[in-house]
């Protein structure tokens, strides 16, 4: 489990694919202590919970499969790619942001960002199934970044960048066209799923 809480930007360093549409991803992770990059350990990356199977001196590896490359916007990446990173939430640890799980949803699509004094504001788009997830004060997780909804309306919705959020995620470089890892709560996911009982 994670809190939307970045604590580092880091890079994908290299990109292996293997037959079957599986691939490896090599990320350097700086400002992450390296008692936190243990193999076998979580690691949220830009909003997709991976499992690190190596580690070495604040770079780590990790396996993505095919379903989690159809399901994001991994399979767009190669080496450059700025990512965001939160190592997983250790028991008693501050919840910062919201619950999130790493398991992401679906992909929202920037429609536009405007200025807004020293924050920006993103409208974005997402499948309609994922739509009525979305609540004007609820949360959602774009590529792993803990959000308030502004505004959810039927087919688009509205997140506001606080100018620290732009500076320490990678959600400052976000221009129209631009496609999110979207990870809605997971409280709402429960409560449809309740109800439609």
């Known amino acids: 489990?994670?809190?939307?809480?970045?604590?580092?930007?880091?890079?994908?360093?290299?990109?292996?694919d293997f037959g079957g549409g599986d691939r490896r991803l090599h990320i350097r992770a700086p400002r992450i202590g390296r008692s936190l990059l243990e193999t076998g350990a979580s690691?949220?990356?830009?909003?997709?919970?991976?499992?690190?199977?190596?580690?070495?001196?604040?770079?780590?590896?990790?396996?993505?499969?095919?379903?989690?490359?159809?399901?994001?916007?991994?399979?767009?990446?190669?080496?450059?790619?700025?990512v965001n990173l939160?190592?997983?939430?250790?028991?008693?640890?501050?919840?910062?942001g919201h619950f999130v799980m790493g398991h992401v949803d679906g992909v929202a699509e920037v429609a536009q960002r405007r200025?807004?004094?020293?924050?920006?504001?993103?409208?974005?788009?997402?499948p309609p199934?994922?739509?009525?997830?979305?609540?004007?004060?609820?949360?959602?997780?774009?590529?792993?970044?803990?959000?308030?909804?502004?505004?959810?309306?039927?087919?688009s919705f509205s997140v506001n960048l606080v100018p620290h959020t732009l500076q320490e995620t990678t959600l400052s470089e976000c221009r129209a066209g631009s496609r999110?890892?979207?990870?809605?709560?997971i409280i709402a996911r429960y409560a449809a799923k309740l109800l439609a009982r």
Do not use: Y
Request: net charge negative; hydrophobic share 50%.
């Open 1 to 16: 489990m994670f809190t939307g809480i970045i604590q580092s930007i880091g890079a994908v360093s290299r990109v292996i």
């Open 43 to 82: 690691l949220c990356v830009s909003g997709v919970c991976l499992t690190i199977i190596s580690h070495d001196r604040g770079s780590v590896a990790v396996d993505v499969s095919a379903r989690t490359l159809a399901d994001t916007v991994l399979k767009e990446w190669s080496a450059g790619r700025a």
């Open 86 to 96: 939160e190592p997983a939430l250790a028991a008693g640890g501050a919840l910062g």
């Open 115 to 126: 200025e807004d004094g020293r924050s920006a504001v993103l409208e974005l788009t997402a």
């Open 129 to 155: 199934e994922l739509m009525r997830f979305i609540a004007a004060k609820g949360s959602v997780a774009l590529d792993g970044v803990s959000l308030t909804v502004n505004d959810a309306g039927a087919s």
């Open 180 to 185: 999110l890892n979207l990870e809605i709560d």
